[in-house]
Structures are given as C-alpha cells and as structure tokens.
C-alpha cells in the first residue's frame, strides 16, 4: 500500500484516536479491512504510529514517567514489572489465535460487544477507593492487558475497567494502565521492526502519519482521563455496542448480496 501524505494524515490520526480511547484499535482495523476493503499499511509505518501514540503517553504523564525513573515511586515501578509478565505470556500464546480472528468480522463484532459490556458494567459497579496498585491487583491488570490483544478487545477499556472492578480508584487505574501500556508498546513495535522496511516510504509521510498520531493519541488520553473524571466512561461502551451490531449486519448483509 502507497503511503501518501494525505493518507498518512488519516491512519495516524485514527490510531491515536483508537489506541487509547477504549474501543479497540484493532477491532477498528480488522472491520474496516474486511468491510470497506481497507489495506494495511506497510510495517516500518505502523511501527512510526506506534511511536507517535507512545510519545503522546509520555507527554501526558512526563511527571510519573520521570518519577519511575529516578526511583522515586518503587511501588508503580514493581507493579508495571508485574503487570508486564502476563501481557507478554499471554500475548504470545494468543498470536496465532490473533491472526485467525482478524479474519472474522462475527467474532471481532462479538469481541467489540465484549468491551462494550464490561465498559458499562465497571461504570455501574465501580468500587474504587484505592489510590495505589497492589502487586496481586497489578497482576490482574496484566493478564487483562494480555487478554487485549484479541481484535475488538480494547486495551486501555478493559485494563481500567479491571481496575476499577478490583477497587481501585478510576483516575488510579487509568494512570496504571497507560503507564503499564509503555512496555506493551516498545515490546511491539521491536517485534514489527524485526520484520519491517522502510523501501518506498517518503519522509513527509512518516513525519506526518506519526505526528498525526501524537497528536490525536495526546488528545484522546486527555478526553479519557476527562470522561472518567465526569463518570461518563460508560459511553464508550455503547459506541462499542452499537459497532459491533452494525459490522456484524453490514457482514450478513453483504454476505446474502
């Protein structure tokens, strides 16, 4: 696929959007390839999007990212190293399962009708009122963050939604989670740039498509961290619902055409 400036603009600024909003980035991609015949693009650009969204998280959260490093918050630090284990385990036992499910639209709707559940249900049954993460606590969070690399399963809704389930607060579990997504995504992206080329792919577009997704990935943690802070995180999980009903009819209806 030709990576054009214009093109470029279009995909960062839609992985910024569904990498941190939680509606799954992938349920997104999987049901926009299948249902308007969208391509992915060439890897070594995915792997530049991935970097802008990973500054975006830096820049929201530079404060505890520079506290993580200089020591000086021991206890985020033990639990993202905690949490980090089961993601890595678990995402890669479920690879294959992965690449299987991105080529049925039925079982990422299903998955999409997943998020949206446990979105709704952890707005209405929260009973957070920790302000820190245990280790056992950081675990769960973990296994939920590797249990996210199924298409249609956000990574960000069910990391927070774990965690407010579990009794943390939702402001806690939301900085957790994104911290806890630095690792997911350096460990990522070194896995596509092993296999990734950057042949063909003009500098304006790189600049452009990673800049995109700092910028719309800086701006849809703010409008997370925002819809939590007003209690209103349970739309997204009627957006998620209302996505997976229209791709899983669009898929019928093509289906019989």
């Known amino acids: 696929m030709t990576v054009n400036p214009l093109k470029a603009a279009v995909l960062g600024l839609v992985q910024g959007l569904t990498e941190f909003l939680p509606i799954s980035s992938s349920g997104h991609l999987a049901l926009a390839q299948h249902l308007l015949g969208f391509k992915e693009p060439q890897l070594f650009f995915d792997v530049m999007l991935h970097l802008g969204t990973l500054i975006a998280v830096l820049a929201v959260f530079h404060r505890d990212v520079a506290d993580l490093l200089r020591g000086r918050d021991m206890r985020t630090l033990i ?13 890669v036992g479920l690879k294959g399962a992965v690449e299987a499910a991105m080529t049925n639209v ?8 997943v998020t949206g559940i446990v979105l709704i249900t952890s707005s209405k049954l929260s009973r957070g009122s920790e302000g820190k993460v245990s280790p056992l606590k950081a675990l769960g969070i973990g296994v939920a963050q590797g249990l996210a690399v199924m298409p249609g399963i ?20 939301a900085r957790f989670s994104f911290l806890l997504a630095i690792p997911a995504i350096l460990g990522a992206s070194a896995l596509e740039m092993r296999d990734a080329t950057a042949s063909g792919l003009p500098l304006s577009s790189l600049l452009i498509g990673t800049s995109a997704a700092f910028i719309s990935g800086y701006a849809a943690i703010k409008l997370l961290l925002s819809s939590l802070r007003r209690g209103k995180f349970q739309l997204f999980g009627y957006y998620c619902l209302c996505v997976a009903l229209v791709a899983a009819l669009a898929k019928l209806l093509l289906h019989r055409l």
């Open 79 to 91: 639990g993202i190293a905690i949490g980090t284990v089961p993601t890595a385990i678990i995402g």
């Open 154 to 173: 956000s990574r960000s809704g069910l990391t927070i939604s774990t965690g407010m389930l579990i009794g943390i607060r939702s402001d806690e579990a």
């Open 106 to 113: 039925y079982l990422v709707a299903g998955m999409l009708a």
